[in-house]
């Protein structure tokens, strides 16, 4: 028996729906699954059948949680809301990170402010236990009104920071400068609300307000892709960064949000700037 053209189509369009939903990995992981709860006691907690993560903090504590699984490149995503109205002194962290006195860390942290006041979005990458290379954004948006996808690329020839899919920050690899990369260890990731009014805040001048207690920030849609041992050995892969309009992307952030840039901080570095900031 024959199909018509009309019919043919519909059953091609349902056979390639089917093929692309069977190889595709589903966004948004259990939290039951793949984390654990690590310290603040019931001020972190997940519901929703394991689709949505909170933590809390409290005069007397913060929270967090890790990753069940270490990764050794990949891309991590997560969907964050954060700490609403006035969050002077409160930090929210969400980062990767291996353990040791020569350990390797890639962060975000989301440093609270006075309501009406941005928060901060500070980044920093640590290779074999040196960090001290910070960069420092506003959002264009207010991170504490919806979810926002908060994202990481590691490849072995450099991260890529984004904020819902824009970029907002490359850390090339610098070793034939003699700068360390993070490569070799693998890493868990890890969130945590903390109280870091000493410094978080106006550099200390802003103290929490506890009378707002409890601080609470949100997580949903966790997404963990590890690139296989095959992409490694495809050098095209290793090395590609962002297409033109991701270029574009990128510049835009930083020229219009961008508040602090260890590579062109003279105060800090009166001698000269580190040597990997030459290949920014």
């Given amino acids: 028996m024959g199909f018509s053209h009309s019919e043919f189509s519909r059953m091609l369009f349902i056979t390639l729906f089917v093929i692309m939903n069977c190889c595709m990995v589903s966004y948004g992981g259990n939290f039951y699954q793949e984390f654990d709860l690590n310290w603040g006691g019931n001020r972190a907690k997940i519901f929703n059948g394991g689709q949505l993560l909170s933590l809390s903090l409290d005069k007397a504590s913060g929270s967090g949680f890790l990753s069940k699984k270490e990764y050794l490149f990949g891309r991590i995503d997560m969907q964050l809301k954060l700490v609403v109205g006035n969050s002077a002194g409160t930090v929210t962290s969400y980062y990767l990170s291996s353990q040791g006195p020569t350990h390797d860390e890639i962060d975000f942290e989301f440093l609270g402010n006075v309501t009406g006041e941005p928060y901060i979005l500070h980044t920093n990458v640590y290779s074999q236990g040196k960090g001290d290379r910070e960069q420092q954004f506003y959002l264009w948006f207010d991170p504490t009104k919806n979810f926002h996808t908060y994202s990481i690329i590691w490849k072995?020839?450099?991260?890529?920071?984004?904020?819902?899919?824009t970029p907002i920050r490359v850390f090339k690899n610098a070793e034939s400068l003699g700068v360390p990369f993070p490569k070799n260890q693998p890493m868990r990731i890890y969130s945590s609300l903390y109280n870091a009014d000493d410094w978080a805040t106006r550099g200390g001048l802003v103290k929490t307000d506890w009378s707002k207690a409890p601080f609470t920030a949100y997580y949903r849609n966790f997404y963990a892709k590890k690139y296989s041992k095959s992409q490694f050995s495809d050098a095209k892969w290793q090395n590609q960064e962002l297409d033109a309009y991701g270029r574009r992307r990128l510049r835009w952030v930083q020229r219009n949000f961008m508040i602090y840039n260890y590579c062109?901080?003279?105060?800090?570095?009166?001698?000269?700037?580190?040597?990997e900031c030459r290949k920014f």
């Fill in 264 to 275: 062109t901080d003279y105060k800090r570095f009166p001698q000269g700037f580190p040597p």
């Fill in 156 to 165: 072995p020839q450099h991260i890529i920071f984004l904020v819902d899919n």
